[in-house]
């Protein structure tokens, strides 16, 4: 197992992620119990020492089940994260409720690693509201107290609530979880929040190394390049390698939902072999042809903005619309949308096409924002 320093403890470099834990006849709330518990077992006795859960995984059973494993071992052979759940609305006045509930459901009397969870465009103003919700106070409290021994946050928001969210509490955060791969090093701006948090000094914890396996089996023509550069190494070990080849980055989470998985990634973590530089080019360039299929190519140049008489943003929009195609659906869209009023959503667009008259791209964006509209229903 590979291992990095992190302040003054020894991190293995891969997290077991507690999110695809093997389950019962397909149903996401009914964990296969014993089948996770041998997963934990074999996860510890290679050398995995952080272990991630959150308390909706899995219909809010995750955190109970891996209490359960982590039970059986001593507890300072381990290092455990956990989440306060901002993505319900529904929580943001409960979090103390949250917190002790958390610690009765792990059996453990302190948190190793705290988050607030998914910091995005829905939960920014709630999060940063500390006088009538008190999360932050109330988290900085038990990092005082000790029951949180580091405090961080997961982020799948933009850019511009990354700074929000940095700006007010940056100077306390000690790590920040992102969705980061080679898709999403352009596709998300994975490059530029890297940037950003590596040059405040906030290490880097990745989630989704394989994009929600997307990134586990590519196209033949793909993976015969990858082949080319390197005929002994597996197509998923490339997005792992890619992200230990990422300078910042400290922590890669996987969440994985069998045996023979963990037992891929500890083989790929046996031995750090970290992409040169024209292996990460050829990398980033299958990424930017995967990523030309059924997306729309705006370059954010906002031409259109100025013409559009609703004032839509709609390279925004046009980015949303990128993520919900390639993805298939998925969270990430509609969470950003829905903090969007109205009058600003695709559903908007006039189909004037008043900015499709000076789009240097020629994209048909009455088109886009209909498809948008009727994707979500």
């Known amino acids: 197992m590979i291992y990095n320093h992190y302040q003054d403890i020894r991190l293995s470099a891969l997290g077991f992620g507690a999110m695809r834990l093997p389950v019962i006849g397909g149903d996401d709330s009914r964990i296969d119990e014993a089948a996770a518990l041998r997963m934990v077992d074999t996860a510890m006795k290679s050398g995995i020492n952080y272990y991630d859960t959150a308390w909706g995984y899995h219909g ?52 190793d690693f705290y988050l607030f969870h998914n910091v995005c465009e829905m939960n920014i103003d709630a999060y940063l509201d500390d006088e009538r919700y008190h999360i932050y106070s109330y988290l900085m409290e038990q990092k005082r107290t000790g029951r949180i021994r580091h405090l961080g946050f997961s982020c799948h928001g933009s850019m511009p609530v990354l700074k929000r969210f940095l700006d007010a509490y940056g100077k306390d955060m000690e790590f920040c979880q992102l969705q980061l791969n080679y898709l999403d090093w352009t596709f998300q701006h994975g490059r530029e929040k890297v940037d950003l948090l590596n040059e405040l000094g906030i290490p880097v914890w990745v989630m989704e190394p ?94 259109c903005v100025s013409h559009c008489p609703q004032g839509l943003d709609i390279p925004h929009l046009i980015a949303l619309y990128n993520e919900h195609a390639y993805t298939g ?49």
Not at 218 to 247: C, G, H, M, N, V
Not at 362 to 376: C, G, P
């Open 210 to 303: 394989l994009r929600g396996g997307k990134l586990a089996h590519l196209a033949p023509q793909y993976e015969a390049e990858l082949k080319a550069l390197r005929p002994d190494e597996e197509i998923p070990a490339w997005a792992f390698r890619f992200l230990r080849s990422t300078p910042g980055v400290t922590m890669i989470l996987s969440g994985m939902s069998n045996q023979e998985q963990l037992e891929e990634n500890l083989a790929t973590f046996a031995e750090d072999r970290k992409l040169n530089e024209g292996e990460m080019q050829t990398l980033l360039g299958i990424a930017e042809k995967m990523l030309s299929v059924g997306t729309v190519p705006c370059t954010a140049c906002h031409y």
């Open 329 to 377: 659906g998925g969270f990430i869209a509609p969470m950003a949308l829905s903090a969007l009023p109205p009058e600003k959503q695709p559903s908007a667009c006039l189909q004037c096409r008043s900015c499709e008259q000076v789009c240097p791209q020629q994209i048909k964006i009455s088109e886009v924002m209909a498809d948008f509209s009727a994707k979500l229903g």
């Open 60 to 111: 809010e059973n995750s955190e109970l089940v891996m209490g359960k494993a982590l039970a059986r071992y001593p507890r300072e052979s381990f290092y455990l994260a956990t989440k306060f759940p901002g993505y319900d609305p529904a929580n943001w006045s409960k979090v103390e409720e949250i917190f002790e509930t958390q610690l009765k459901k792990l059996n453990v009397e302190f948190f």
